[in-house]
Structures are given as C-alpha cells and as structure tokens.
C-alpha cells in the first residue's frame, strides 16, 4: 500500500458545524475503509491547515475518489501527497 498525507482545511460550512466534526471523521474513515484505504492517524493542526490525515492506499485513483466523495459534501477542502516510507526512500536514492 502507497502512502499519503492527507493536508486539511475547514471550509466556512465546516467551521460553522465543527461540533459535527468527530461525526464527520468517523463516517469519512468509515468511507475510506470500505474503498481499502486504511487510516492510520489524525492530528488536529494549528497554522495553515486545520488537519492533517496520514492514509494508506492500494491507488491513486481509489484514494482520488474517496476523497472526492468527501470534499463535495462542503466541509472542508484538501491537499494530498503521496508519502514514501523510509524502506521506500532508500530504494529510491539507491537508484540514483
């Protein structure tokens, strides 16, 4: 599994029903889940982003439309990178 980090802002909708927020997180790990994106933290955030998530995923494309699915319900928008390990990294700069 490939992984990322998920970079996270609150939209005005969002913020505006923050209280809804830990809801929100369960059903959106819960989605995830269901396409085989595995979760493995949340951090709340000061600074630029609101959030932050660090995710595994068998695809791009499977995380792509996860996410989307997320964004278009308007409570927040994201960033995401794609995050190679440190066994990945070494493979990596080996090549070159």
Not at 12 to 27: D, F, M
């Given at each position: 599994?490939?992984?990322?980090?998920?970079?996270?802002?609150?939209?005005?909708?969002?913020?505006?029903?923050?209280?809804?927020?830990?809801?929100?997180?369960?059903?959106?790990?819960?989605?995830?889940?269901?396409?085989?994106?595995?979760?493995?933290?949340?951090?709340?955030?000061?600074?630029?982003?609101?959030?932050?998530?660090?995710?595994?995923a068998d695809s791009d494309e499977g995380l792509a439309s996860a996410l989307l699915s997320v964004v278009s319900q308007g409570n927040a928008s994201t960033e995401t990178l794609r995050a190679f390990n440190e066994e990945e990294y070494r493979a990596i700069v080996k090549g070159i």
């Open positions: 599994m490939a992984g990322y980090v998920i970079l996270g802002r609150w939209t005005g909708q969002g913020i505006q029903n923050v209280k809804e927020g830990p809801k929100r997180l369960k059903a959106v790990k819960s989605a995830f889940k269901e396409k085989g994106i595995r979760t493995e933290s949340f951090h709340l955030t000061f600074g630029r982003y609101d959030f932050v998530m660090i995710v595994e």
